[in-house]
């Protein structure tokens, strides 16, 4: 059984209900997160706190919550969860109004939901071992404020069904210039001649944890080049590698593409030094 955290108690998650008039609810007015964790050991808990308060800050929803408040409960949800391999979801919607009208009330609390669930051991740098992955392309629907961790999550979802029903594990997404934003539920990556490249930050694509603390973590080593640029169709279709990173994937080799090969169809051996540099500092973060 579950132990999640509604609003200032801890409960079985079976016990945990919010009003049909919260906001999340109603119109998905809320930021999330999602924090990976290890044998008690948070990843990237900082860098996922932040990007909650600069999501909260973004929408309007004021909550006067310190880190240390919501380390306090991290890690009292993975003590009361058994502390194996687990997510920690966190959720802030704008709370429950007595109406359902669109523009912000006042007046209203926070709504904050938490509960942990049991996600996979972590992935290892091992090309025998390595989940290759099979994605689709489309056209990038989705509204024009993805850096926006926001509960409202429909468009992700449509764009990841579209693969799914094709028998693909991700949707590769792309704009109306066909440039690569990211993907329904993870950032993107090409390598070219040892080369690593992925699109820049901007509005069309989330500021990933995964991906912040990759780039950080390749440019500490210096032996692998990295560049932020936009990144055409072409490109992806005629790259050496690709990947998908996210916070339970981790660094995730792509090997094929709209039924097509990526690169030799193999997992690539820059994919292996990336994952093997991201294993062992993804903990410093």
Known sequence: MSIAYLDGSYMPIEQAK????DRGFLFGDGIYEVVPSYAGKMVGFGPHIARMQNGLAAVG????????????????????????????????????DS???????????PTVFAYAFEIAPPPVADKALAKAYKVSTTRDLR????????????????HFQHGYERGHDE???????????????CNAFIVKDGKVITP?????????????????VLRRDGS???????????????????????????????TQIDGKAVGNGEVGEVWLAAQTLYSAGKFDY
């Open 224 to 254: 692998i080049a990295v560049e932020e640029r936009s990144v055409s169709m072409d490109e992806v279709l005629n790259a050496d590698e690709v990947w998908i990173t996210s916070s339970s994937k981790e660094v995730a080799p792509v």
């Open 61 to 96: 929803i004021k909550l006067d919550w310190s880190e240390d408040n919501w380390a306090e409960l991290c890690n009292r949800l993975i003590n009361e969860n058994g502390a194996g391999n687990l997510g920690i979801y966190l959720h802030v919607s704008r709370g429950a």
């Open 200 to 216: 820049p930050l901007d509005n069309q694509l989330l500021p990933g944890i995964t991906r912040h603390i990759l780039l950080d």
């Open 99 to 109: 109406k359902r009208f669109h523009a912000f009330p006042d007046n209203i609390a």
């Open 143 to 158: 509204w024009e404020r993805c850096h926006i961790k926001s509960t409202a999550l429909l468009g992700n979802v449509l």
């Open 171 to 185: 949707t590769l997404l792309f704009n109306a210039n066909n440039e690569l934003t990211e993907a329904s539920a």
């Open 18 to 21: 919010i009003s049909p008039m």
